[in-house]
């Protein structure tokens, strides 16, 4: 898979992904990532890119040539159009679910905001999707596109060391994960549950399941609105509530 994040802060993306899993993934060639700064397309002699918005009010607005420019600059030569994401606050909230749509995707081009956003003539010839990591407002859409291209990329195969790494963690079947436990067996007089060293597997994996739901009903019980539960996991719920 093929990243290019279209940004004013290109530098600011190598200190995040440029080490741990993937930076592996990266220097084995499984995901190639790119940071395009648009500053590098401004016609301006100070590389400006902004300028006042029409409709008055405070801050400023990104203009239309070099974000347009620095998009062109990855797609002019391609027989196909990358997914092109603009990370917005008025975009659809990213979760679990929409990671695992873009894992498919073979190039997806981010285009990272600031200020008080993008001249809306631009989003409408290039984008197709916005996305926001919640309901809040960042200073731009660095630290969002950070957090969908980490996302994302843990879900390609062989990026991780093994591929179920990622399907018992939380959100990934809109659970909540389970508790999990290391060394020593005590700790501060707690014990680690007697099941996880039973070595009988198929006790394990029903205590993995029945506490993934209990950690999501007590944590996020909004999540089990949304998951086709068995009538004995929902016999387990309410027993529980």
Known sequence: MKFDVLTLFPQMFESVLGDSIIGRARSNGIIEMNFIDIRDFSTNKHRKVDDYPYSGGGGMLMNV???????????????????????SPQGSVFN????????????????????????????????DMELSIGDFVLTGGEIPAMAIIDTVTRLIPGVLSAETSYENESHYNGLLEYPQYTRPYEWHGKKIPDVLISGHHANIEKWKHEQSLLNTLKKRPDLLKNIDLSSDDLEFINKNK
Request: proline residues 4%.
């Open 65 to 87: 040539q070099p974000v347009y420019d620095a998009y062109m600059s990855v797609a002019k030569n391609l027989d196909y159009k990358p997914l092109t994401i603009y990370m």
């Open 96 to 127: 679990q679910k929409t990671a695992i749509k873009l894992s498919n995707e073979k190039h997806i081009i981010l285009l990272c905001g600031h200020y008080e956003g993008i001249d809306q003539r631009v989003i409408d010839e290039i984008v």
